[in-house]
């Protein structure tokens, strides 16, 4: 079988410290500051921070131990990224020739003929894209281009922060230097099998097919097609959503107050649950976290009869869940909710004397209403307010000067 060489170029664009940019974003005084996002972990920093080896996955302890009182820790605000991510990926779409998103702060693009539409030169040509992304959607990029989409993602360690790099030939001396980890899809488990075969991108490449066939069962083909400048790989998105969380973690107060630990999780809800009802969904099974101090998970899961949205009827099943489970002599550092087993929302024919289902849809109109209202305005203008006592739910409205 004779295979074409890519004769398109492709564009891997990747923000840089996507999560933390997007804080410094929101409020300007975090500029030069040690500012890290955090879960339990870090999730992600500013470039200062990792000067100081400070990087994904690193615990909290050992960062405020390193940079000894400078840190700045957030904790995400997944709704503000998202609106970020999504007009990124609008001005990708309308300034490229195709897009395909591989997550939150990254895509590929297709840029083939546009340098010379511009009658300017491609390096030239990128780095007018990343002044214009800076400039509109005040986020900093980095871009890496070749004839194929791997061949870009697999040189996004080079010439980072707000770097650019082009290749449209073989660089076997770059390859060389490259980890294996590097390479999409080549998890831990493929590399502990590859170990004495290969460390670097290059050696990859040089490892008979059917033999990387046999190790690597899922992906490989596309993976060294594209190393060897064929046009391959696609994106692969999922159609359903499987499931969707939100924690919160404390652990400078880890405690056993049960009101504490209740509002931790109606914080975790109230933010799940907004992002839950814009995506027309239907839940059956919801599921609650508590870590305690040693690091022991426990968990609880509950599932409805039938799917629902109807955010009382979850809510209250969520504290029912809690109540029966909260251990009071036991002291806990994180919560977590995670909504599971969704089908898509189906509007049901509606008649006058049918009010249980006319309330159904009012309650749904409602909800993705008041989520709007607060997404336009940023800082929550509506909110539900709970009365725990009395297990009854209103509307809470106030305006922040």
Not at 276 to 302: A, C, M
Not at 352 to 360: A, G, L, N, Q
Request: proline content about 2%; overall charge positive; glycine content about 2%.
């Amino acid at each position: 079988m004779i295979l074409k060489t890519s004769k398109k170029i492709f564009a891997h664009i990747d923000c840089d410290s996507f999560f933390a940019n997007c804080e410094v974003l929101k409020n300007p005084s975090l500029k030069w500051k040690y500012v890290c996002v955090w879960g339990e972990i870090v999730t992600t920093c500013t470039y200062n921070a990792k000067d100081l080896w400070i990087k994904t996955g690193t615990p909290i302890w050992e960062a405020k131990s390193i940079l000894k009182g400078k840190w700045v820790f957030l904790n995400g605000d997944m709704r503000y990224y998202q609106d970020i991510s999504y007009k990124l990926m609008n001005y990708l779409r309308y300034n490229t020739l195709s897009i395909e998103e591989f997550s939150i702060d990254e895509a590929f693009c297709e840029i083939t003929w546009l340098a010379e539409l511009n009658k300017i030169s491609l390096e030239d040509y990128i780095k007018n894209m990343q002044k214009d992304i800076l400039d509109k959607i005040w986020v900093p990029v980095s871009i890496w281009v070749s004839n194929t989409k791997i061949k870009a993602k697999i040189f996004s360690k080079i010439n980072k922060p707000f770097g650019y790099y082009v290749s449209l030939n073989h660089d076997k001396e770059i390859f060389a230097k490259l980890p294996i980890s590097i390479i999409p899809y080549i998890w831990k488990s493929y590399q502990n099998k590859l170990h004495y075969k290969a460390t670097s991108v290059y050696d990859f490449i040089k490892i008979w097919y059917p033999e990387l066939k046999r190790m690597i069962w899922k992906n490989v083909t596309d993976l060294r097609l594209e190393l060897s400048w064929v046009n391959a790989f696609v994106v692969k998105k999922s159609k359903q959503i499987k499931s969707m969380s939100r924690w919160r973690s404390f652990n400078k107060s880890i405690t056993n107050n049960k009101d504490f630990l209740l509002k931790q999780l109606i914080i975790n809800f109230n933010v799940l649950y907004e992002e839950f009802i814009n995506k027309d969904l239907e839940l059956k099974s919801v599921s609650i976290f508590l870590r305690d101090k040693n690091f022991i998970t426990h968990i609880y899961k509950y599932s409805f009869l039938e799917h629902t949205y109807i955010r009382s009827k979850i809510y209250l099943q969520i504290k029912k869940i809690f109540d029966k489970n909260f251990d009071k002599n036991n002291n806990y550092r994180s919560t977590w909710i995670i909504f599971s087993d969704f089908r898509t929302y189906k509007p049901h024919q509606t008649s006058i004397f049918d009010k249980k289902i006319r309330d159904k849809n009012n309650y749904l109109l409602l909800s993705k209403t008041i989520n709007n209202i607060n997404r336009k305005f940023k800082n929550n203008k509506i909110s539900y307010w709970t009365n725990l006592l009395w297990k009854k739910e209103s509307l809470k409205l106030w305006i922040r000067k």
